[in-house]
């Protein structure tokens, strides 16, 4: 007798069933409700980037909506659905801010570099308005749709003879509509905050130099309630690219000095000493790379940033991995009170911690000496300084090791352990020769990536030493200074942020950390023939 088989097709015992009635249709309304948070937030941006011109960041918020929307709307492409968050958010949180980096640092970006050209024209142009005896005056409310101090700014004009109500702005001056006028001046305005008397005296240095341009020159503020209109001597020439002076005669011309532009007479005379934003190419790693300021010291720290680097990974890992291997011997009692404690350092702000330890290490009422009986300079030596630093990294890092090896060693089989114990082996070989190789194996790429970012740990520098000590002779360069804080030091200090040159160095110190990073990664290629 022929048994014939049952070919129909049966559904997968493990596959889940698909949802159906009321869960399929809540799926449904929660996926319409994602959808279209993500559509109506995408609206909402939109007039913003169309006022700003932001074609770019206006061209990639739709791109990234079509995409979510195609790939979440179907049930076509499942590999994209788990796909798409990742890439995104490397994009936005890696590949851009990156990118970004590096084209500021093809700039002069910084303190008095922070405006384009024409924006600096107006500001020029604007401070030289001056007032005549038949300048109109308006009543003045200065408000802000933004910081009080550092704005943006608006003025709030009552026309004292009318009572027309403008708003000036560095975009021009615009009749306001809606705005509650009450003895002459304005008193509320939607969308703006008011000044008080006191904030306006508290902002004078950026009010100084707001100006809003009309038809006739512009207008300024006269005291805390009062503005005026008036008019300027100087001209500008946007083919040419020159001011002229009208009352002079004197054409001033753009001129580069340094890495920065300005307005320059024919007796080499400045017209001001504003400049604006440009491209410099390659002048910031030029600098970077041969300015004696950096390259005096810069071996001296490099060396010790690499030494910090090692031995915050070694110290770390090494007390970590003994007291994981201590505390995953079954005859240990109590194992997760003293797991719990262990890691107590770990659930502190690191920031927090680095303080205390920083009051620790202090020669007259520290911890330290005071439990040593020592009368130790720590901060003040730049050995003492070193070695304090690798002691406070070590209470701060070590947890995070000893959470990584356990979890290590409790994935190795119980097998081996019990294999190396039968052929004889001591516990100290069977550490040595089976479970530390085990351990790294699974380790190695999270040691790579610490020590990447001990080489430019910067919070632990800064709130600890600050980079020094200092000597003298050399208040740049600090007894405890890495590449990063140095630099830092050094693009943001007493002669302003230099965000252009910043950047270039962020990009030097991203290559060689990745540098250095490939060529650890090659190297623990070797653990890959353990097993």
Same mark, same amino acid.
């Given at each position: ?66 995409? @979510? ?108 509509? $809606? ?40 207008? *300024? ?36 000095? &340094? ?71 079954? *005859? ?40 040593? $009986? ?93 980079? &020094? ?18 630099? @830092?030091?050094?693009?943001? &200090?007493?002669? $302003? ?21 490939? @060529?650890?990664? *090659? ?9």
């Amino acid at each position: 007798m022929v048994q014939t088989l049952d070919t129909e097709p049966t559904q997968d015992l493990l596959a889940p069933p698909p949802p159906t009635g009321p869960t399929r249709i809540s799926v449904l309304l929660l996926k319409v409700l994602l959808l279209g948070t993500v559509i109506g937030l995408a609206f909402t941006m939109l007039p913003t980037m169309l006022s700003q011109g932001r074609w770019g960041y206006l061209v990639a918020l739709l791109l990234i909506v079509v995409a @979510i929307v195609a790939t979440y709307a179907t049930k076509r492409g499942l590999p994209a659905k788990y796909l798409l968050p990742g890439t995104l958010l490397l994009v936005t949180l890696v590949v851009y801010p990156a990118v970004s980096t590096a084209q500021v640092s093809l700039t002069n970006f910084g303190d008095g570099t922070r405006t384009t050209q024409e924006q600096t024209v107006a500001q020029i142009i604007g401070a030289s308005v001056v007032q005549t005896p038949d300048s109109p005056r308006y009543n003045l409310t200065v408000a802000t749709t933004g910081s009080k101090t550092d704005g943006p700014f608006a003025f709030l004009l009552v026309d004292p003879l009318d009572e027309d109500v403008f708003v000036g702005t560095e975009d021009g001056l615009e009749e306001l509509e $809606g705005a509650t006028v009450d003895g002459g001046f304005v008193t509320e305005a939607d969308g703006y905050e008011l000044l008080t008397p006191v904030e306006v005296n508290q902002a004078a240095s950026v009010l100084g130099q707001f100006t809003v341009p009309t038809e006739e020159g512009a207008i *300024r503020q006269l005291g805390i309630r009062q503005a005026f209109e008036g008019s300027s001597p100087l001209e500008y020439d946007e083919g040419a690219a020159t001011i002229t002076n009208t009352s002079t005669g004197v054409v001033y011309s753009v001129q580069q000095q &340094g890495d920065r532009e300005f307005f320059v007479a024919p007796d080499g005379s400045r017209l001001s000493a504003q400049s604006w934003r440009a491209n410099v190419g390659l002048r910031n790693y030029e600098r970077a790379l041969t300015d004696s300021r950096i390259s005096g010291d810069f071996l001296r720290i490099f060396v010790w940033t690499v030494v910090f680097a090692t031995l915050s990974v070694v110290l770390t890992f090494t007390v970590g991995l003994l007291l994981a291997v201590t505390m995953n011997d079954p *005859r240990v009692r109590g194992q997760r009170l003293y797991r719990s404690v262990l890691i107590l350092p770990y659930a502190v702000p690191g920031f927090i911690m680095i303080l205390i330890w920083s009051s620790f290490w202090n020669r007259d009422f520290g911890l330290i000496n005071d439990l040593t $009986g020592l009368d130790v300079n720590w901060l003040g030596n730049a050995t003492a300084a070193k070695i304090a630093v690798l002691i406070t990294n070590l209470w701060l890092g070590f947890p995070y090791m000893f959470i990584v090896a356990t979890g290590a060693l409790q994935a190795i089989p119980g097998d081996i352990k019990e294999a190396a114990t039968m052929d004889g082996a001591s516990g100290f070989f069977s550490l040595r020769k089976i479970t530390f190789p085990l351990v790294l194996v699974t380790t190695a790429p999270l040691l790579v990536a610490t020590f990447a970012f001990n080489f430019n740990n910067y919070n632990i520098i800064y709130l600890l030493t600050e980079g &020094g000590p200092f000597t003298p002779d050399n208040p740049q360069a600090g007894g405890t200074d890495i590449l990063i804080s140095y630099t @830092i030091r050094l693009a943001f &200090g007493p002669n $302003g942020a230099q965000f252009g040159f910043a950047s270039s160095i962020a990009i030097l110190l991203f290559v060689l950390t990745g540098v250095i990073a490939a @060529i650890q990664f *090659r190297f623990t290629r070797a653990l890959e023939d353990v097993h």
